[in-house]
């Protein structure tokens, strides 16, 4: 497992990579408001919590990692990539004709990738029941699932986060990333959630409530183990972190990236 500065170090590798993949799509364009939000969040699971390794993938006893905010590819292939299931040529087929790295994940064990993401909210019903299989062979492993604020606008999140406080399961943790954005506008105003916390605590969650961009919060919360009850971590970020003209921006949900924008994006990562 990685520090905290390695871990730091790992997410600016990574944001720097996700920009440089966006901009290869071209006129295709990408999930950058979204991945950029993830960021370190991924790289914090990634660099110092899942028992994950790439040597052996298909390790019964394997944490596994549900990602159902589907649009965050941009983090997740990255941190993927620092942790030795993708490299550099696999980077360079995003989003190519025939090429297995889509804008959204497809499953792939090999790879690291435990769920095909698409439609939203499907993932988190998937890692309830993947947590379930894991208590009933005795497993140690522990189930971790990315959903998004505007993903919890599906009613399919609800009946997921209902049924693991009603099975007590002590081995799943929910991260949301709280980025404040969805497709169609603030979420607040789209569909309005909080008090998020208290909604948590009410289906029988321990929950924490953090700064999604703080790798030291992020790992004192989700190395937290509960007894008897699941846990969640509302992760509060920015939508295309660590860009100036894409935060809080909705228009970088999905979007080009211009050789001059990716000039100045790659500028002020240094």
């Given at each position: 497992?990685?520090d905290?500065s390695q871990?730091?170090?790992?997410a600016?590798?990574m944001?720097?990579?996700?920009l440089e993949?966006?901009f290869r799509?071209?006129?295709n364009?990408?999930h950058?408001?979204g991945?950029l939000?993830?960021?370190e969040?991924l790289?914090?699971?990634?660099?110092g919590i899942?028992?994950v390794?790439a040597?052996?993938p298909?390790n019964?006893?394997r944490?596994r990692?549900?990602?159902?905010k589907g649009?965050c590819?941009?983090?997740y292939?990255t941190?993927l990539?620092?942790?030795g299931?993708?490299t550099?040529?696999?980077?360079?087929?995003?989003e190519?004709?025939?090429?297995?790295?889509?804008?959204?994940?497809?499953?792939?064990?090999?790879?690291g990738?435990?769920?095909?993401?698409?439609s939203?909210?499907?993932g988190?019903s998937?890692?309830?029941?993947?947590?379930?299989?894991?208590k009933?062979?005795?497993?140690?492993?522990?189930?971790?699932?990315l959903?998004?604020?505007?993903?919890c606008?599906?009613?399919?999140v609800?009946?997921s986060?209902?049924?693991?406080?009603n099975f007590?399961?002590d081995n799943f943790?929910?991260?949301?990333d709280?980025n404040?954005l969805?497709?169609d506008g603030?979420?607040?105003?789209?569909?309005k959630m909080s008090?998020l916390?208290e909604k948590l605590?009410?289906?029988?969650?321990?929950?924490k409530?953090?700064?999604?961009?703080?790798?030291?919060?992020?790992?004192?919360?989700?190395?937290?183990?509960?007894e008897g009850q699941?846990?969640?971590?509302?992760?509060?970020?920015?939508k295309?972190?660590?860009?100036?003209f894409m935060?809080n921006?909705?228009e970088?949900?999905?979007?080009i990236l211009?050789?001059?924008q990716?000039?100045?994006?790659?500028?002020e990562?240094?």
């Amino acid at each position: 497992m990685k520090d905290i500065s390695q871990i730091e170090t790992m997410a600016k590798a990574m944001r720097c990579k996700a920009l440089e993949m966006a901009f290869r799509c071209g006129k295709n364009g990408s999930h950058l408001g979204g991945g950029l939000s993830a960021i370190e969040i991924l790289a914090s699971l990634y660099g110092g919590i899942l028992n994950v390794d790439a040597a052996c993938p298909e390790n019964h006893q394997r944490d596994r990692l549900i990602v159902s905010k589907g649009h965050c590819v941009l983090a997740y292939y990255t941190a993927l990539w620092q942790s030795g299931f993708l490299t550099e040529k696999d980077l360079e087929t995003f989003e190519t004709n025939g090429a297995p790295f889509h804008g959204h994940a497809t499953r792939n064990l090999s790879y690291g990738i435990e769920f095909s993401g698409g439609s939203l909210g499907q993932g988190l019903s998937f890692a309830v029941g993947v947590a379930m299989a894991c208590k009933k062979k005795s497993l140690s492993s522990r189930v971790y699932a990315l959903v998004g604020d505007g993903e919890c606008d599906e009613g399919i999140v609800w009946e997921s986060l209902m049924a693991a406080g009603n099975f007590c399961l002590d081995n799943f943790i929910v991260i949301i990333d709280c980025n404040g954005l969805q497709y169609d506008g603030f979420t607040n105003e789209v569909m309005k959630m909080s008090p998020l916390s208290e909604k948590l605590s009410s289906f029988g969650f321990s929950v924490k409530e953090i700064d999604g961009h703080d790798c030291k919060s992020l790992l004192a919360a989700l190395k937290t183990k509960t007894e008897g009850q699941p846990m969640a971590v509302i992760a509060h970020t920015v939508k295309g972190k660590g860009v100036s003209f894409m935060e809080n921006r909705k228009e970088w949900h999905h979007s080009i990236l211009t050789e001059n924008q990716y000039k100045q994006a790659q500028s002020e990562q240094s």
